[in-house]
Nanobody, 129 residues
Framework: QVQLVESGGRLVQAGGSLRVSCAASGGAISMYDMGWFRQAPGKEREFVAAIKWNSGITSYADFVKGRFTISRDNAKNTLYLQMNSLKPEDTAVYYC??????????????????????WGQGTQVTVSS
């Protein structure tokens, strides 16, 4: 199973930008659909973005479309989430996750929490107003 470690979360002002990273070990992320989720206090963990293992096709939650970009560097075995135009409601712990199934078929990346079996410990992103 892939081990994941997120980093880069911090306090940022509304309207600012931030990039969080997810370093993987124990397996190549190039084999898996990869995703970012977030969880705010008192709320369920929710899908943010995902990227297909082979084509690089991406999928985003409606509330981040046009503001966030998911990407990966297979050579560094690292997943990224670039966040622009941040809002206070983006405040949450951000988690990266690897698909439970390597080389998943289909054109679009997995998006459901149940599709992902490897999770990082999370990184806190706080957006002040």
């Amino acid at each position: 199973q892939v081990q994941l470690v997120e980093s880069g979360g911090r306090l940022v002002q509304a309207g600012g930008s931030l990039r969080v990273s997810c370093a993987a070990s124990g397996g190549a992320i190039s084999m898996y659909d990869m995703g970012w989720f977030r969880q705010a206090p008192g709320k369920e963990r929710e899908f943010v973005a995902a990227i297909k293992w082979n084509s690089g096709i991406t999928s985003y939650a409606d509330f981040v479309k046009g503001r966030f970009t998911i990407s990966r560097d297979n050579a560094k075995n690292t997943l990224y989430l670039q966040m622009n135009s941040l809002k206070p409601e983006d405040t949450a712990v951000y988690y990266c996750a690897a698909d439970s199934l390597p080389f998943r078929s289909g054109n679009y990346p997995a998006k459901a929490k149940a599709d992902f079996s490897s999770w990082g410990q999370g990184t806190q992103v706080t957006v002040s107003s």
